[in-house]
């Protein structure tokens, strides 16, 4: 069974910068676009950026479009989400999924930026 585990979350000031990550096996990592989302409380869960199976291509909503960073490492089974200049509106939990073809939902990683 394929598991997303994702961490790196915490709560940080406006300004700051915090940096996720979400393990997978590669089973369905290396072949896949990957894409971070994020769910905040009394919303529904939004895409937020998502990278190409090689990692050349990347597209953010633009919301985060110059603040966040996605990458990978396919040695790693690992996705990445750079976060600078956090705004409190960014809080929420974040995710990890196959791109458009999303399997079973990880536990998500919980980002809280205060004003």
């Known amino acids: 069974q394929v598991h997303l585990v994702e961490s790196g979350g915490g709560l940080v000031q406006a300004g700051g910068s915090l940096r996720l990550s979400c393990a997978t096996s590669?089973?369905?990592?290396?072949?896949?676009?990957m894409g971070w989302y994020r769910q905040a409380p009394g919303k529904q869960r939004e895409l937020v950026a998502t990278i190409s199976s090689g990692g050349r291509i990347t597209k953010y909503a633009d919301s985060v479009k110059g603040r966040f960073t996605i990458s990978r490492d396919n040695a790693k089974n690992t996705v990445y989400l750079q976060m600078n200049s956090l705004k409190p509106e960014d809080t929420a939990v974040y995710y990890c999924n196959v791109y458009r073809a999303p399997i079973e939902w990880g536990q998500g990683t919980q980002v809280t930026v205060s004003s």
């Open positions: 590669g089973s369905i990592f290396s072949i896949n676009v």
